[in-house]
């Protein structure tokens, strides 16, 4: 049980690659949201592996 005074940990995910994001059922991923690498996003617009 975690101790309610201590903060919750944030879960690192990474993603080789974008063939990996939607073999995880995660694509797209936004900017912020776990596992979001700005080198998975070709065009810059915040929304990595939408194609």
């Known amino acids: ?3 309610p005074q ?3 940990e944030e879960e690192t995910v990474f993603y080789a ?3 990996a994001v ?3 059922g ?3 991923l ?3 949201e776990p596992g ?5 996003d070709r065009d810059k ?5 939408s194609s």
């Open 17 to 19: 690659n974008c063939a």
């Open 36 to 40: 979001y690498n700005y080198k998975l």
């Open 45 to 49: 617009d915040g929304i990595a592996c």
């Open 30 to 32: 936004h900017e912020g």
């Open 26 to 28: 995660a694509a797209p």
């Open 1 to 3: 049980m975690q101790d």
């Open 22 to 24: 939607k073999a995880a």
């Open 6 to 8: 201590q903060p919750a």
